[in-house]
């Protein structure tokens, strides 16, 4: 029978092509056909040339060329060669194999500064002695560090650990990676606070990395920041915002925060202290009081810097406490804004304002206007408020014996003059009998 030389084991990496080739000798007599058997036993079949495979056969050799290897090809090939009283045969055990096979969990990992990360690579199908061949990659710089180690364990994350990073190791049929993205997401404003002046315009400086939106906050509540007209900038590309014409209103804590997808990054806070003439405040523009009672009216105010002077103008006029023993005026002063009236007389109605004055300028209250009221006895036992107005209706038989209702007003009843206003009131009822009122 013919001689069939080469038997043995072949190695072959995935995805490429493997080569099994046999040579023939002392056939007697000659050969008469070559073929190629895969795998053994019952499940063996006979291989035609096309498609996965090319067979090339002569006299003296064939030549069996597996295509792009898969692990499913990885079997016992055999050739046979074929003369008139037996065959010949020569086996090759083809194995396939492929570098090692990893992942990194994530292709993203976001954090903030300050936070730590673990990026975990996963390595398979490498030999006992991978170790030696692993290693990681920041962009393309080589980390020391972590030679061997499957864990890139970053604690208290700074911005200069944001990149790239790439877990590499190989085996004896060629190396292989995964990579992964870092984002570090940073807001910070350098100052903790400011004092700037009212109407004056001020840019607040932040500075934000790794997020695609900017979100400033005053007092935790979110700024809208469409009106163009009081603020500028607050966008990616400039970060800062600027305040324009500051009033009052916008003095407090500001915070700055970039994110994103579901991480935020927050800057510590920024006070700002705004300068301005004393808000000053009235809880009612019109109050009433009683004659001979005593009086409080209150003021508040909003002032910085703090208030150098507090008090109360009664008519445009400046009103002192009083120093005797029993004191008209009490209060209006910068450790007591309210103003308190002892003793309320008629001649306390009028009109006060609270001011208050600091080293920017001077704070007015709107116009409080007070009412001091009281009882008076007219004809019929008539009771009559003075500043209010009077309205009083009766039904009598006048002249023509008919009954008929008149009304009879007058406007604000006031001292001196309410004894002759009430009688003026009074002469118009002649004919109205008592019962009727």
């Known amino acids: ?105 994530q292709d993203l990992y976001i954090i903030k500064a300050g936070d730590n990360v673990n990026i975990s690579c996963v390595i398979r199908n490498v030999p006992e002695i991978y170790q030696s061949t692993m290693y990681w990659n920041k962009g393309l710089h080589r980390i020391i560090n972590y030679k061997y180690n499957p864990f890139m364990i970053i604690t208290i994350a700074k911005l200069v650990d944001a990149g790239n990073y790439s877990c590499h190791v190989r085996n004896k049929y ?113 109050k009433e009081v009683t004659k001979g009672s005593d009086t409080l009216l209150d003021c508040s105010y909003d002032s910085y810097p703090d208030p150098t002077n507090v008090f109360w103008k009664k008519d445009d006029n400046i009103i002192k406490s009083s120093n005797t023993f029993r004191r008209t005026y009490n209060g209006s002063s910068v450790e007591m804004s309210v103003l308190v009236l002892h003793d309320t007389k008629q001649s306390d109605a009028g009109n006060y304002v609270c001011v208050v004055e600091n080293s920017i300028g001077t704070g007015y209250s709107k116009i409080l206007e007070l009412i001091i009221t009281g009882l008076i006895k007219g004809r019929n036992q008539l009771l009559l408020t003075t500043n209010r107005y009077f309205k009083q209706k009766c039904k009598c038989n006048i002249n023509t014996k008919r009954h008929e209702e008149k009304t009879l007003q007058r406007k604000k009843i006031s001292q001196p003059n309410a004894t002759k206003q009430i009688a003026g009131i009074l002469s118009a009822t002649e004919g109205c009998p008592d019962s009727t009122w």
Do not use: M
Request: charged share 20%; with cysteine.
């Open 1 to 105: 029978r013919p001689k069939v030389h080469k038997e043995g084991k072949i190695e072959t990496t995935l995805g490429s092509d493997a080569t099994l080739k046999c040579y023939f000798s002392e056939s007697h007599p000659s050969i008469q056909s070559i073929i190629w058997r895969k795998g053994t036993g019952a499940a063996q079949i006979v291989l035609v040339d096309g498609g996965k495979y090319v067979i090339q056969k002569n006299v003296y050799s064939t030549t069996l060329r597996v295509k792009s290897v898969t692990i499913s090809n990885a079997d016992i090939y055999t050739c046979v060669a074929v003369n008139k009283f037996s065959e010949g045969t020569g086996s090759f055990s083809l194995s396939v194999g492929s570098p090692p096979l990893i992942n990194i969990s």
């Open 174 to 286: 060629g190396p292989a990676s995964d990579s992964a993205e870092l984002k570090v997401l940073t807001a910070s404003i350098g100052e903790l606070f400011q004092e700037v002046t009212a109407n004056d315009s001020y840019t607040i400086r932040c500075n934000v990395s790794g997020g695609d939106q900017v979100i400033w906050r005053k007092n935790a509540k979110e700024l809208k920041l469409d009106d163009l007209h009081i603020y500028d900038g607050a966008s990616v590309d400039d970060s800062s915002l600027e305040i324009k014409t500051i009033s009052h209103l916008d003095r407090g804590n500001y915070t700055c925060e970039t994110t994103y997808k579901s991480v935020t990054a927050k800057s510590t806070i920024f006070q700002l202290l705004v300068k301005d003439i004393p808000l000053v405040s009235l809880p009612t523009e019109i």
